[in-house]
């Protein structure tokens, strides 16, 4: 079975990270182009780390109220105007990087567009232990 959400631990933190299919064209706006051109920029490497802020930060809060009324209204979404970050992906990726989280947003991304197995639906930033 195929899910669009993914279950994530950041930071110690148990969280659920979904692109609703309704909202795709919401995170399109706020991405500055299509989510699946920018899921094409993990795959390349050449993604930056406003793409796993502003990916994240949508799967987490989805659009904020104002973003919901102006897609409702058929409206344009405001371009040039940076999304707030969430404050746990900030602190999470402040601590740890960028990168550790890229793949998760890629697999965000994945999740929303085409669904993913379950068992690729769940996701750490916590480093197993080598023993």
Do not use: C
Not at 18 to 35: M, Q, W
Not at 102 to 120: C, K, Q
């Amino acid at each position: 079975m195929l899910v669009n959400s993914i279950s994530a631990t950041i930071s110690g933190h148990e969280h659920r990270l979904t692109v609703r299919r309704d909202s795709l064209s919401i995170l399109d706006a706020v991405l500055g182009g299509s989510a699946y051109a920018v899921l094409k920029k993990f795959e390349a490497g050449t993604w930056s780390t406003n793409d796993v802020e502003l990916v994240l930060s949508f799967a987490l809060h989805g659009p904020t109220p104002m973003e919901r009324i102006i897609a409702k209204l058929g409206a344009p979404q405001p371009t040039g105007e940076r999304r707030a970050t969430a404050p746990e992906i900030a602190a999470a990726i402040n601590r740890n990087g960028p990168g550790q989280y890229a793949d998760l947003a890629a697999l965000t991304l994945s999740a929303a567009l085409f669904g993913i197995s379950e068992s690729d639906a769940v996701w750490t930033d916590e480093v197993a232990d080598a023993a």
